[in-house]
């Protein structure tokens, strides 16, 4: 199943879109948002993953692969129940 649609499209300029699917490359899809989204690859990271996956990479790898203003920008946002899907 591909949840990315054509607004996705732009984030993924060095990559075969049509092959990207979001079960399968979905730490991919979720790196390449944090660094390069707009307001709306935001709202995708918000319907489509957890605070707490995005927490995890954030912990585990966001120092080293995010700059400094993402990596503010992301645990900031985490910390707001409120604005995740369930």
């Known amino acids: 199943m591909n949840k990315l649609s054509e ?3 732009k984030y993924f300029w060095d990559c ?3 092959e990207l ?3 399968d490359h979905k730490k991919f899809i979720l790196i390449r948002l944090l660094t390069f989204a707009d ?3 935001i709202k ?3 319907k489509n993953y957890s605070a707490k996956e995005v927490n995890d990479y954030i912990n585990s790898k966001g ?3 995010l700059t400094h203003n993402n990596l503010c920008f992301w645990q ?3 910390k707001y129940d409120e604005l ?3």
Do not use: S
């Open 63 to 65: 120092a080293m692969t």
């Open 21 to 23: 699917n979001f079960e």
């Open 76 to 78: 900031k946002l985490t």
């Open 7 to 9: 607004k996705q499209k």
């Open 39 to 41: 307001f709306e690859g």
């Open 44 to 46: 995708f990271i918000l």
């Open 16 to 18: 075969n879109f049509d």
């Open 84 to 86: 995740w899907e369930k």
